[in-house]
Every structure is written in structure tokens, then in C-alpha cells.
């Protein structure tokens, strides 16, 4: 890698902190520069703006979920528990995320939609085939699995306040979620 381009990552991954902590508002471009040890201008030469970098930094991440974990329609129950150990796992993307969802009106994810409107598409080819029921809609059924999934990530106002012994027994909420999942699919 050469010095350019390891200045980049050092780049990203100090944004990455600093967006999932801050968000777009409330992040300093002079701490992104500091904590990647460069100057605060190759920040703006490599990426323009800091929405630019946010946004850098969201398409990123994102497309490294999508990378490691292979979206299975013929298996929805066992997709969202590993959707459920990514989230607990990577807390801060889902702070950035939560960011995203606070912050959005400034930023076009166009990957982000096409990568859901893909999985709304082979989860209504997994209903016609049978391999899943269709009581419920596509859409419902993406959304209730990033629900469940999600829900016991740090940054829910919900999962760990409702219980918040479940992720003390992650083994039994992934073996709830399975089943929640399950049901909701069942041809």
C-alpha cells in the first residue's frame, strides 16, 4: 500500500470513530485529522467535504456487511442471527448508522437501495417458489428481521431496556430470534 493510500485508510478509520461518536454535526474534521496523524487539507483533497467523508465511511462499512454476511432468502432465520452477531459486534456502525438515521437528509446511500430493493426482489422470488410464506410482505419481512436482529445493539433505546438480560444469554435471544424469524416465514 503506498503512502497515499495509507493515508487514506488512517483517514477512514479515524472518521469512523468520530462519526459514530459525533455524527456529521457534531464531528471535527481537525480531530479526524489528528487522530489519522495528516494534515486537516488531504482530508478535504481526498474527500472534498466532510458529508463526502460520511458518507466514504457509511458506503464502506455498509458494503463490508453486505460482504460478510451473505444475504439468504431461503434461509431468513438463520440470516438474521447473523445480522444479530454482526450487530453485537460492531457496535460503532451501528452508531454510525444511527447517525445516518438522525442525519440523512444530506446524504444519497444510492448503493444502500439498490442492495434493498435486490433483497425485497429475492425474498418475493423466495414467496413465489414457496421456500418462504407469504403472509407477510417483503418489506415487513426485511424490516422485522433488522428489527429483531438490531434490537439488542447497544445503541436500541429498546432491546436492552426491555431486557437487558437477553444479550447476557446471547445463545437463548439468537435462538428467540431464529424462531420469531421462523414463524413469520413459514411457507
Given at each position: 500500500?503506498?503512502?497515499?493510500?495509507?493515508?487514506?485508510?488512517r483517514?477512514?478509520?479515524?472518521?469512523m470513530?468520530?462519526?459514530?461518536?459525533?455524527?456529521?454535526?457534531g464531528?471535527?474534521?481537525?480531530?479526524?485529522?489528528?487522530?489519522?496523524?495528516?494534515?486537516?487539507?488531504?482530508?478535504?483533497?481526498?474527500?472534498?467535504?466532510?458529508?463526502?467523508?460520511?458518507?466514504t465511511?457509511?458506503?464502506?462499512?455498509l458494503?463490508?456487511?453486505?460482504?460478510?454476511i451473505?444475504?439468504?432468502?431461503?434461509?431468513?432465520?438463520?440470516?438474521?442471527?447473523?445480522?444479530f452477531?454482526?450487530?453485537?459486534?460492531?457496535p460503532?456502525?451501528?452508531?454510525?448508522?444511527?447517525w445516518?438515521?438522525?442525519?440523512?437528509?444530506?446524504?444519497?446511500?444510492?448503493?444502500?437501495?439498490?442492495?434493498?430493493?435486490?433483497?425485497i426482489?429475492?425474498?418475493?422470488?423466495?414467496?413465489?417458489?414457496?421456500?418462504?410464506?407469504?403472509?407477510?410482505?417483503?418489506?415487513?419481512l426485511?424490516?422485522?428481521?433488522?428489527?429483531?436482529?438490531?434490537?439488542?445493539?447497544?445503541?436500541?433505546?429498546?432491546?436492552?431496556?426491555?431486557?437487558?438480560?437477553?444479550?447476557?444469554?446471547?445463545?437463548?435471544t439468537?435462538?428467540s430470534?431464529?424462531?420469531?424469524?421462523?414463524?413469520?416465514?413459514?411457507?
Amino acid at each position: 500500500m503506498g503512502n497515499a493510500e495509507a493515508t487514506k485508510e488512517r483517514i477512514l478509520e479515524a472518521a469512523m470513530e468520530e462519526f459514530s461518536t459525533y455524527g456529521i454535526a457534531g464531528a471535527r474534521v481537525a480531530r479526524i485529522a489528528k487522530n489519522a496523524e495528516c494534515n486537516k487539507n488531504m482530508i478535504y483533497i481526498y474527500f472534498d467535504n466532510k458529508e463526502t467523508l460520511f458518507t466514504t465511511v457509511l458506503q464502506n462499512n455498509l458494503k463490508r456487511v453486505y460482504e460478510e454476511i451473505p444475504f439468504t432468502p431461503d434461509d431468513l432465520p438463520g440470516y438474521s442471527v447473523k445480522v444479530f452477531d454482526y450487530a453485537i459486534a460492531n457496535p460503532e456502525l451501528f452508531r454510525l448508522m444511527t447517525w445516518y438515521g438522525l442525519e440523512k437528509s444530506t446524504i444519497d446511500l444510492a448503493e444502500d437501495k439498490i442492495e434493498k430493493q435486490s433483497k425485497i426482489h429475492e425474498v418475493m422470488k423466495a414467496q413465489s417458489s414457496g421456500l418462504i410464506g407469504s403472509t407477510f410482505s417483503p418489506g415487513f419481512l426485511l424490516t422485522a428481521i433488522m428489527v429483531l436482529a438490531t434490537a439488542w445493539a447497544q445503541e436500541n433505546p429498546f432491546g436492552p431496556s426491555f431486557d437487558p438480560d437477553a444479550i447476557k444469554a446471547p445463545k437463548e435471544t439468537k435462538d428467540s430470534i431464529f424462531k420469531a424469524i421462523s414463524l413469520m416465514t413459514k411457507a
